[in-house]
């Protein structure tokens, strides 16, 4: 089988696109030529990310060079919910800093923001299969409604779900935390780790927020780990992959 790289691109917006924009030349310059792009429809309330026209536009030429447009959260922002309980509040405004939107949204809640963001994106003739929830913090009534509102596949820290197909791939995906200088330091060690325990796993995922970019040596590591990654991997899309994987296991089935 193919071995594969997919490098997502997380909480792609208005605000984020100059970031962005240097993330994707400097992956192409490396030759991952495609990214799964994991765009926000109202990236922390400020507004429909689709209703800017300049930055539609560039989401559609990147599509157009063979990158996927994901669907990421709705707002990327958690309400603060009432009786939480300690766990609870330690995930999500620790680890994710309060951005763990569908983490515990009901299922019709959940349902409306996902139809919502689907509308919006039929609108201007994108129509993503995928959807990542922000920290990939997916709770199990907000899965449901990602798998009734037809998402193709979701993602979470530890794997890929094939919804459609009702397959887990199991791949840890490496990511950076760049919040403070004890959580980068850390995170070059871990992914270094991380990194070396993957190399038999036919998928390697890469995840890189915009602010990677900012941080040199967290940004250095994440160049060599794409470097020494394409010496053996094909960049691909979730997307891509995901069609792939079915024609493969198809093939095989024949087979047998
Ligand atoms: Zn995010």
Redesign the pocket.
């Known amino acids: 089988m193919q071995r594969s790289l997919v490098v997502s691109i997380?909480?792609v917006a208005p605000a984020t696109r100059a970031r962005v924009e240097r993330i994707v030349t400097q992956l192409a310059q490396s030759g991952v030529v495609r990214c799964s792009l994991?765009v926000?429809p109202d990236y922390h309330h400020l507004g429909s990310s689709l209703g800017d026209e300049r930055f539609t536009a560039w989401l559609r030429e990147l599509e157009g060079k063979g990158h996927e447009i994901v669907i990421?959260?709705f707002y990327?922002q958690r309400s603060p919910r009432v009786g939480q309980s300690a766990r609870q509040k330690l995930l999500t405004s620790v680890y994710t800093a309060d951005?763990g939107e569908f983490f515990d949204l009901d299922y019709e809640e959940a349902l409306r923001l996902l139809r919502k963001a689907q509308r919006e994106f039929a609108a201007r003739d994108f129509h993503p299969v995928g959807f990542?929830a922000?920290?990939w913090l997916l709770g199990a009534e907000a899965r449901r409604a990602v798998v009734d509102a037809g998402f193709r596949y979701t993602t979470t820290l530890r794997a890929v779900s094939d919804l459609a197909a009702g397959a887990e791939f199991v791949s840890q995906s490496l990511v950076y935390s760049t919040r403070s200088k004890w959580r980068r330091v850390l995170s070059l060690g871990w992914n270094r780790t991380l990194f070396s325990c993957l190399t038999t796993n036919p998928l390697l995922r890469l995840g890189i927020?915009p602010p990677d970019i900012e941080h040199q040596a967290i940004w250095r590591q994440i160049r060599a780990v794409v470097d020494a990654a394409l010496r053996d991997r094909r960049a691909a899309t979730y997307r891509s992959w995901l069609a792939e994987h079915a024609s493969t296991r198809h093939e095989t089935s024949n087979i047998l």
Do not use: C, N
């Open positions: 997380h909480d994991l926000v990421h959260g990327h951005e990542i922000p920290a927020h």
